[in-house]
């Protein structure tokens, strides 16, 4: 099946620094994927869709200018945290899906990317 | 608004047992139902889809919109079964594009098989 991979797994920065999550589709073109945060014990919730060339579309209650999202390929998209604190501590998972549409289309998820803000 | 609820949390069964995860859904349109399973330290991963129709690892899961429902369902459980199951939904494709895709989660259910 398509893999998604997550860079990094896991990040520790200190409060007041700035981020940044990629997400790659290895295997196949993307030109939606999409971002998730996910807390302790809790269901996923997508914070953006990321279209390739477009700007990003998110989600209410997300803040634009704090989470940055870039779909630069059609096998890249970037998450950037920006002047992350500590209530930003989360685990981030994106998803990619593949094209087609309709019955033919489906997402494959990352492995996730833990954050800790100090 | 769309909305999931997988009213439990936690379900044990033992091997052998039937078992069956409950989803119940809320949306105004048409919608496209999923069950996704996350074996430990392991990824996100669907398990099947409603529009398929498909038997996977042995689940099945029926829509009902009559309830609104989209229970997951295994008549004897295994003990690899065991994993965190999350029920999601999404709206269907349309021309616009603009909620194709977008998931919605349910909080999950652990499932725990006992040998």
């Known amino acids: 099946g398509a893999v998604v991979s997550q860079h990094p797994s896991r990040v520790i920065c200190k409060s007041g620094t700035s981020v940044k999550i990629e997400c790659r589709s290895l295997d196949f073109q993307a030109t939606t994927m999409f971002w998730y945060r996910q807390f302790p014990k809790k269901s996923l919730m997508l914070m953006a869709t990321s279209n390739e060339g477009s700007k990003a579309t998110y989600e209410q209650g997300v803040e634009k200018d704090k989470f940055l999202i870039n779909h630069a390929s059609l096998t890249l998209s970037t998450l950037t945290v920006t002047s992350a604190h500590p209530e930003d501590s989360s685990f981030y998972i994106c998803?990619?899906?593949?094209?087609?549409?309709?019955?033919?289309?489906?997402?494959?998820f990352g492995p996730g990317t833990r954050l800790t803000v100090l | 608004a769309q909305r999931v609820t997988q009213p439990e949390k936690l379900l044990s069964v033992f091997k052998g047992a039937p078992v069956e995860l409950k989803c119940n859904y809320s949306y105004s349109g048409s919608p496209e139902l999923f069950w996704y399973v996350q074996y430990s330290r392991q990824r996100l991963q669907l398990l099947l889809r409603?529009?398929s129709r498909e038997s996977i690892k042995g689940f099945t899961a029926d829509l009902n919109k009559g309830e609104t429902s989209f229970h997951l369902k295994k008549p004897f459980a295994q003990e690899e079964d065991s994993a965190m199951y999350y029920c999601?939904?999404?709206?269907?494709?349309?021309?616009?594009?603009?909620?194709?895709?977008?998931?919605?989660f349910g909080q999950g259910t652990i499932l725990t098989v006992h040998p």
């Open positions: 409603h529009i």
């Open positions: 999601a939904l999404s709206g269907r494709y349309n021309a616009g594009g603009t909620s194709y895709g977008k998931l919605t």
């Open positions: 998803s990619a899906m593949t094209a087609g549409g309709g019955l033919y289309s489906e997402q494959f």
